[in-house]
C-alpha cells in the first residue's frame, strides 16, 4: 500500500525538517511505500524566498544571499538524503491513500491564505485522505476562511490535528471525525533521534538559545538567565545576521545537530514550538518564551505533558532555575499518547485492506 504525504518540506526550519523525516519513519511502519508529495510553496525557494526576507531592497537582498546559499545545502542535502520526495508532479502521483500534515500546514497566516493542495485539493473524491497530526497554528479562523476550510475538510475519512484549539475550530465548523495527537517529532522517542544524530562539538555545560523572533528582551533575558546559573550561552544561529546578537554562535549547523544541542544542554530557552517539544522529548529543561503570534501550539504542548512551569510569567522571572523540573510524568504522558497514534494509523491501514 503506497502512501502519499503534502508537507511543508521545502520550508528551511529545522522543526520543519525533522517533523518531515518523523512523519515519513512512522508511516514507513505502517505502509509499503510512502513518499512526499513535491508540491512547495512558492515563497519557500528562489527569488521569492529573497523577497520575504528583502522585499524589493538590494542591500538586503545582498546581506540575505550567504544565508539563502548556505541553506540551500544544508536542507537540500537533508533533504535528498533522508526524505522520499516524489520526482512526479503531484497531479501525476497514483497512491492509495493520501495524508495532509504534519506542521502548519493549514496555518493561513504562513501560508498566505488558504493553499488548495494543502488540503488534498487535487486528490480525486474516491481515494482515501487523511491527517497527520497538521497544525492551524491558529486559536481560531477568520469567518472569510471558515467556508473554504470546511468545504476541503469534510473531504477527509479522518482528522488527526496536533493542538486541542485545532479540535476546537473543527468542531465549530461541525466538524467531528477529528482527534488530536502528537506532533511527529514526539512520535519518535529519544532513543529514535539519539540513533542518527551526530556527536557534540561543545565541551562542558551550557545554555543553547533557540529564536525564531527577534526581541531585545528575549536577549536580555537570555543573557540575565546565564549569569544567574554561570552557564555558557550558545546562540543556535539559523541565518549569518544572528552571528551580532548574544551568546557564542553556532551558525546554520547540520540538521541533525539541532537534535544534539538540544540534548546536551541544561537548558533551552526558545520561542519555538520544535524547539520546546525536542527538549521535553530529550528531557532537557526547556524555557518556552510565547511569541506574539501562533503562541496557542506552545501553550497547547506544556499543558499537556503538565509542564507548564516551563514558560516563564514574563521576562523578569527566573524560578525555574531554582525548580526542581522533572520529566518523569512528561515521558509518561508521551508514551500514553504515542499509542494512541500507532492506533490511529493501525486502523487506516486496517480499514484500506478491507476495501
Not at 465549530?172 to 488530536?180: A, M, P
Request: a neutral charge; charged letters at 30%.
Amino acid at each position: 500500500m503506497k502512501a502519499s504525504v503534502i508537507t511543508l518540506h521545502s520550508v528551511c526550519n529545522y522543526g520543519t525538517q525533522l517533523q518531515a523525516l518523523a512523519t515519513q519513519e512512522k508511516l514507513k511502519e505502517y505502509f509499503d511505500e510512502v513518499e512526499f508529495v513535491n508540491y512547495r510553496r512558492p515563497n519557500t525557494y528562489g527569488i521569492k524566498l529573497m523577497k520575504t526576507f528583502s522585499g524589493k531592497n538590494p542591500l538586503k537582498m545582498l546581506a540575505i544571499m550567504p544565508t539563502l546559499i548556505k541553506w540551500k545545502s544544508v536542507f537540500g542535502n537533508f533533504q535528498s538524503k533522508y526524505l522520499n520526495i516524489s520526482k512526479d508532479d503531484y497531479h501525476k502521483i497514483n497512491s492509495d491513500i493520501y495524508f495532509s500534515g504534519s506542521d502548519q500546514v493549514w496555518n493561513t497566516g504562513w501560508n498566505n491564505g488558504i493553499i488548495p493542495e494543502m488540503y488534498l485539493e487535487f486528490v480525486p473524491d474516491d481515494i482515501p485522505k487523511y491527517s497527520y497530526s497538521s497544525s492551524f497554528g491558529l486559536k481560531e479562523l477568520n469567518s472569510k476562511d471558515k467556508v473554504e476550510v470546511k468545504k476541503y475538510l469534510s473531504r477527509y475519512s479522518k482528522i488527526t490535528v496536533r493542538e486541542d484549539s485545532a479540535v476546537e475550530i473543527l468542531k465549530d465548523l461541525g466538524i467531528t471525525n477529528v482527534e488530536r495527537i502528537l506532533d511527529p517529532t514526539l512520535v519518535m522517542d529519544k532513543e529514535f533521534w539519539r540513533s542518527i544524530a551526530p556527536k557534540n562539538k561543545i565541551k562542558g555545560d551550557y545554555i543553547l538559545i533557540y529564536n525564531l523572533n527577534r526581541s531585545e528582551e528575549f536577549d536580555k533575558y537570555c543573557e540575565e538567565f546565564a549569569k544567574k546559573t554561570g552557564l555558557k550561552l550558545y546562540r543556535f544561529c539559523t541565518r549569518y545576521d544572528q552571528i551580532f546578537r548574544n551568546g557564542k554562535s553556532l551558525l546554520i549547523p547540520e540538521i541533525l545537530e539541532f537534535i544534539t544541542l538540544i540534548d546536551d544542554a541544561k537548558y533551552v530557552i526558545t520561542d519555538s514550538f520544535h524547539a520546546t517539544a525536542f527538549s521535553v522529548n530529550m528531557n532537557t529543561i526547556p524555557v518556552s518564551i510565547y511569541p506574539k503570534e501562533y503562541s496557542s501550539r506552545l501553550s497547547d504542548f506544556l499543558k499537556l505533558v503538565d509542564m507548564e512551569e516551563c514558560h516563564p510569567a514574563n521576562y523578569n522571572d527566573f524560578s525555574i532555575i531554582t525548580k526542581n523540573i522533572k520529566f518523569d510524568d512528561a515521558n509518561k504522558i508521551l508514551d500514553i499518547e504515542r499509542k494512541k497514534v500507532d492506533n490511529y494509523l493501525r486502523s487506516i491501514k486496517d480499514e484500506n485492506r478491507l476495501n
